[in-house]
């Protein structure tokens, strides 16, 4: 039921290529702007909390694999991204 419901019959388009980040941070923070709190560094601050908590090698590994444009979009310095540290729960 979920599938017909969901994907049946569905053809995915070529995915788009990633706009820049201030333009992808602003189409964020558009959404429903009345009580909005993203802030401009949106993309840095998700990829900063992700990659604390997932191993780097992993996340590239999936990164790679995704469209062009991907891994640039999630990357962080490499002076920021060495002070991050795995966490488990």
Known sequence: MLRAIFVA???????LPFADR???ARDAQALRPHH????PHVIEAVSRALRRQVH???LDR???GL???AAAFWH????EAAHLTVRFP
């Open 56 to 58: 780097a090698q992993d």
């Open 9 to 15: 019959g569905w053809r995915p388009a070529e995915p």
């Open 62 to 64: 999936v990164l790679a």
């Open 36 to 39: 909005n709190l993203t802030p």
């Open 76 to 79: 962080l310095p490499p002076d």
């Open 22 to 24: 201030a333009s992808l």
């Open 67 to 69: 469209p062009p444009g």
